[in-house]
């Protein structure tokens, strides 16, 4: 089982992927998280340019196909969802009968260094995924102050917290397998 | 309120010593989590007159306060919070203040934040007087208090995604002062 991992944030030691590291060791054996590095790649979306597909755009949209699952961690600028990862998911979106988003289970976490863990950019984040056509899971994860809040292995030392991880992907990982038809 | 004996404080103005003392404040986030906060610079006394009425008077810096993450002391500093420009100082001025036999610290006064003025109440305790090292005669007080933010002005909220609100309005005002005897 594939998950791929998308970090909203470029930032070098971006908390989000410390968390996305960490979210990787409470994975089962049988699941890889994939992390997709060239967000800063991808041009500003142009509608103009929706048929040409950027290389970076491309291999986005491939790497989503592949994966099983798809795991954001979004920090939050200004209220809301970073430009890259809205820039990024809006060209993956296009066109949208094909995009490789419909239908694909998602989830998303987020940190933070203020108060509130990029609740407000997760809860865009999942409207978003949602309305491509993603079947998202319906939690949230807040890592305020996250210079305090993450160990060195990118776990959230808050017991309430890790739960929260490992449920969030235990409900990624249910929404990858097929699903009982009802009687 | 206590019913127990009072005993007057020692007459004479006590100044409050900055360098022991500590002027902080608490508010939960996240509606789980606590968030603490401090102002650097701040005066105040204690004095009590010749008929023994004691009256405690103080006032803080706004934009000396400290909080972890800088742009979240940017935010409290605006017009969302506190205004600093425009209302620079917060103060304070007893109008009641009863010591118990035990030490127990009642008092009430106006405080006055961001223009705005209510009587609150604020109780702990009264240690000393005590001779330092230096020879100072020195006396240690505690207080708490609980407002609510809004009355003063303080009125920046945000709805959480999944219910509940960003920010408390109930936040404990938390002053430890070890106060020094003018000479």
Do not use: C
């Amino acid at each position: 089982m594939r998950i791929l991992g998308l970090v909203g944030s470029l930032r070098h030691d971006s908390y989000n992927a410390q968390l996305l590291a960490g979210a990787r060791g409470l994975l089962p054996a049988e699941a890889e998280l994939v992390l997709f590095d060239r967000l800063a790649e991808i041009p500003p979306f142009n509608e103009d340019e929706e048929l040409s597909t950027p290389p970076a755009v491309a291999a986005l949209k491939a790497a989503i196909a592949r994966a099983d699952a798809v795991l954001v961690a979004t920090p939050e600028y200004n209220a809301s969802i970073p430009g890259v990862l809205k820039n990024a998911l809006d060209w993956v979106s296009r066109p949208i009968a094909e995009t490789p988003l419909r239908g694909k289970p998602a989830a998303v976490v987020g940190a933070s260094t203020g108060l509130f863990g990029a609740v407000w950019a997760q809860a865009e984040t999942r409207k978003v995924l949602s309305t491509i056509g993603a079947r998202v899971v319906d939690r949230e994860l807040p890592i305020g102050q996250a210079d305090e809040a993450l160990d060195a292995n990118g776990l959230p030392r808050e017991p309430e917290a890790l739960q929260e991880l490992s449920a969030m992907l235990d409900e990624l990982l249910d929404l990858t397998r097929p699903q009982e038809l009802a009687a | 309120m206590s019913t127990a004996t009072t005993q007057p404080i020692a007459t004479g103005t006590w100044k409050i010593d900055t360098i022991h003392s500590h002027v902080g404040f608490a508010v939960k986030h996240m509606v789980v989590s606590t968030f603490r906060g401090r102002f650097e610079d701040y005066a105040g006394s204690l004095s009590a007159g010749e008929d023994g009425t004691p009256r405690l008077e103080g006032s803080v810096d706004v934009d000396s306060i400290v909080v972890k993450d800088e742009n979240l002391a940017a935010h409290l500093k605006s017009p969302d919070f506190f205004d600093s420009a425009s209302h620079p100082r917060i103060s304070f001025v007893s109008e009641d203040l009863t010591v118990a036999e035990d030490g127990a610290l009642e008092v009430e006064g106006e405080l006055t934040i961001k223009g705005h003025t209510h009587r609150v109440t604020a109780r702990g305790s009264v240690s000393g007087p005590h001779v330092d090292i230096a020879g100072s005669d020195k006396l240690g007080v505690e207080l708490e208090a609980v407002i609510d933010r809004r009355e003063f002005g303080l009125e920046w909220n945000a709805p959480l995604p999944k219910g509940g609100f960003a920010l408390d309005n109930d936040v404990k005002l938390q002053v430890s002062l070890e106060l020094v005897k003018e000479a």
